[in-house]
């Protein structure tokens, strides 16, 4: 049997036209829990129409998945966070409580989810931004490699193709 790289098997099997959109959100977070190793809690989100707020499609946590997640932030909650990810495409907070992008989330998500690191990429549907795929770390602070990075945007991009 031949071993397939993480990042192939993940564009073969969104590329699948019978696949159901859950299933393809759930083999977009073992990819990323499989290149992402630091990363413990990730999930997929996405953007309402006018893009200032985020609904949490899926989450895998420490190897559960779930579709049944009630989580939604507003921009007007957290402007520097939306803002950064907009102007950058990804947001990187190795201490998501102090970083001056993510600290407007402490209250209302990192802190009552037990969340130290995040790392944010967004995904598109024809180059309009519509998710994030969002590693985090949680019990304690990770610092996100180059490599972390470069791995979640091939899988953004990967994403953003079949979404």
Not at 21 to 33: A, G, H, M, N
Request: negative net charge; glycine residues 0%; charged residues 20%.
């Amino acid at each position: 049997m031949v071993d397939i790289d993480p990042l192939t098997d993940l564009t073969i099997k969104l590329s699948r036209h019978l696949v159901s959109r859950e299933s393809k959100f759930k083999e977009i977070c073992v990819c990323v829990s499989r290149v992402i190793r630091s990363a413990n809690r990730i999930s997929l989100w996405q953007f309402n129409e006018s893009r200032n707020a985020i609904t949490c499609l899926c989450l895998l946590e420490d190897d559960t998945f779930s579709l049944d997640v009630d989580q939604n932030l507003s921009s007007t909650s957290c402007q520097d966070y939306f803002s950064a990810l907009f102007q950058k495409d990804v947001v990187i907070a190795p201490i998501a409580q102090e970083h001056p992008d993510t600290s407007c989330l402490s209250d209302s998500y990192l802190q009552p989810n037990n969340i130290y690191s995040l790392l944010d990429y967004i995904f598109h549907q024809d180059f309009v931004p519509i998710g994030i795929i969002c590693c985090e770390a949680t019990d304690a602070p990770v610092a996100w490699t180059e490599h972390d990075v470069a791995m979640l945007r091939r899988i953004a991009n990967i994403t953003s193709m079949f979404y």
